[in-house]
């Protein structure tokens, strides 16, 4: 992140704790300052969230009214912990211990297990669920194929940080509106089957790490309270995303006490199908109405353009979430404004995106300051296929960890035998500075300071390897006069935290792998209606998600950022999808949301009935003559604004309507009649009975149906007949 800056009117000695607020705003400094009871510092992104606190913890430290190993600072991600260290020892707080929620809980359940339990050593930990699940399934003669296994295992997950135990299940996925992968009773039965071979075999889970240390400091009181002795002061990052089990690990790590500072932000809340939630965050002044309250704001990640079109999402949103919004102000100068572009289908989306890569490349911009966001895994492939056509390096992200690599594990261990054999080793002779030792022995192992050719797995090795020479170079510069086995220290301490380096490449990833990350160039691709938001998005909370999903995304972007969408998936291909209705009032020539088409947002408005005179193209001015043009009130090839998943539940309602009828679909209404209808989206009778081919007659049988459908509602069921 790029540190923030704010004039000092005091000077302060380098070693003083005044010194660590050097260089704040105020508000970050209001933040650093308040060590006492309660703080809730809401961050916008891009605002210096982990500076801020990390300043705190320091400022706390060095003034002598924080002891170093009484602070626990959480965060939800190994990267973000290993992050927080280093800072905090560059700050003169390495004393402080900075971990996720699990690797705390880990640690205490390490500790204090055999006391609680008798002398027993803790169960073995079981890293992958997934063969366990399959084996419960097969126990329970269900038959998971690869991705139900995924999905059933993800719900297992949300019931034990939601404290659902397998027999609440059914009643606790309906209530919060799960969609199931299988049959509720099912997957309950599994997750009981599941739970049981564990005991059996004497081993638990991640959640269980979470849920064995509340268990014992609930049951415990003397260890409960040997923990709160030593840890009496709590920073929680990313409070937004804490599920409802940290919650209550973090209420019996503070007992009585309220010397808590929790950082977060409403409107990144995007993790809510794994059982995060801001409601902790939203109701932090309730819980504590004395609170220290403190907004950051001021962006210093991003351009004016880029920040305005931030503001500009979240002040579409609706909900809770979105009466907390914080308005961000770019402390940056001005940049390029935001690029919309809009292309006849995918393949030629991932070919527009990545010509305008490789000119931001030739303009020199790092490849490895450049990502492609999409909001699915399965969109990547044919920009992994443009990009490497277009001869630029990639890395996709989510992939096979850093440390877990083969290239990697190779590369290391050759690296510990050369520090083993120290001066002995012939490929060192000659050799004085560590970057030149590492090149030496990775040269060894068959690696050459030239890339291969093409983009398949041997690349993919190369500059993995690339990567850790990189890391070692960083290394020797950070600690002049670091030796081998100083590195092979640091190599096994960052792959204790997966702590890996970045990939020299453009970035492809999915909008929630990209949190918590930024690049000088963003792309934002695929942004249609169906995919952002996302068909199964049907809940408001659901549809204001994706939104901020959304939001996510543009606030990665420092510099340079492209949103674009195609047409249709593939050449040739019907032109019926429309750009994302979160785009709609915001890009160039879109109108606002709510507005009707025609009216003063810039869009049509229904066509009153016995128009006289000639119809003209809604998109492009064109007189309509043809019976389905005239229908759509638009020519056939011109770009379609049809909401393509309204369209596709109405199709899916017709085939029900015609089967239960035994008529011809066509008979309901005709394709072009449903596409008008998805167009228009209207929301009152009278609204759907402008659009041709609806006439009384059908606007009495199916009329409901179609309005409900049209407002994201499940149809009434009523019998056509009796309507």
Known sequence: MTAATH??????????????????????????????????????????????????????????????????????????????????????????????????????????????????????????????????????????????LRDVTGEIEWAKVTQTVPADYPAAALKAGREAPRDMAEIAQIYGTYEQLKRDRGMIDFEDVLLLTVGILQDRHDIAEQIRAQYQHFVVDEYQDVSPLQQRLLDLWLGERDSLCVVGDASQTIYSFTGATPDHLLNFRTRYPHATVVKLVRDYRSTPQVVHLANGLLGQARGRAAEHRLELVSQRESGPPPVYAEYADEPAEAEGVAHRIRDLIAAGVPAGEIAVLFRINAQSEVYEQALADAG??????????????????????ALRGAARSGGNDPLLEDVVDLGSQVRAVLSSTGWTGEPPAGSGAVRDQWESVAALLRLAEDFARSRPGATLADLTVELDERRAAQHAPTVQGVTLASLHAAKGLEWDAVFLVGLTDGMLPITYAKTDDQVEEERRLLYVGVTRARLHLTLSWALSRAPGGRASRRPSRFLNGLRPGSAAPGSRPGSAGGERAPRPRGRRGPVLCRVCGRTLTEAGELKLMRCEDCPSDMDEGLYERLREWRAGQSKEQGLPAYCVFTDKTLMAIAEAAPTEAGELAMISGVGGRKLDRYGADVLAICAGQEPGGEDPDDA
């Open 392 to 413: 630029v390096p990639y890395q996709l992200r989510g992939a096979e960890r850093f440390f877990e690599r083969q290239e990697i594990q190779r590369a290391v261990l």
């Open 7 to 148: 004039s000092s009117s005091f000077t302060a000695a380098p070693d003083s704790a005044d010194a660590v607020l050097l260089g704040l705003d105020p508000e970050q400094r209001e933040v650093a300052t308040s060590l006492r009871g309660p703080v809730c510092v809401l961050a916008g992104a891009g605002t210096g969230k982990t500076r801020a606190i990390t300043h705190r913890i320091a400022y706390g430290v060095r003034s002598g009214l924080l002891m170093p190993a009484s602070v626990l600072a959480v965060t939800f991600t190994n990267r973000a912990a290993g992050e927080m260290r280093g800072r905090l020892r560059a700050l003169g707080a390495g004393g402080v211990q900075a971990r996720t929620f699990h690797s705390a809980a880990l640690r205490q359940l390490q500790y204090f297990w055999p006391r609680a339990v008798g002398g027993e050593a803790v169960p073995r930990l079981l890293e992958r669920k997934v063969q366990f699940v399959a084996e419960a399934g097969a126990r329970c003669r269900i038959r998971l194929d690869r991705s139900e």
